[in-house]
């Protein structure tokens, strides 16, 4: 089972930007369909972006279509979740998540292993 880390997070205004940055440890990305989600105080996680290994398909929650973009570095085998114009229910602890398939889908969420999270808060 991969490890991941989460790096990026942090506070910013609304209307800001922020970048968080994922890694693995311990093996590699290579081949995996990777996700990020998030969870704010008090509500259920919630699927945020994915992307295939090929990064041909992505995929976006309505609320951050359009503001966020989900990218991957093969050669850094490293993923990243861009976030412009970031809103105060942006809020939450943001996690990174890989699942074995090449392929992203939904449906595979339970089959998703995660990072421990890095928190955004976002200040009105």
């Known amino acids: 089972q991969v490890q991941l880390v989460e790096s990026g997070g942090g506070m910013v205004q609304a209307g800001g930007s922020l970048t968080l940055s994922c890694a693995p440890s311990?093996?590699?990305?290579?081949?995996?369909?990777m996700a990020w989600s998030r969870q704010a105080l008090g509500k259920e996680r919630e699927l945020v972006a994915g992307a295939s290994w090929s990064g041909g398909r992505t995929e976006y929650a309505a609320s951050v279509k359009g503001r966020f973009t989900i990218s991957r570095d093969k050669a850094k085998d490293t993923v990243s979740l861009e976030m412009n114009n970031l809103k105060p229910e942006d809020t939450a602890v943001y996690f990174c998540g890989a699942d074995t398939s090449a392929y992203f889908s939904k449906a595979r969420y339970a089959y998703y292993s995660w990072g421990h999270g890095t928190q955004v808060t976002v200040s009105s």
């Open positions: 311990g093996r590699t990305f290579n081949g995996y369909a």
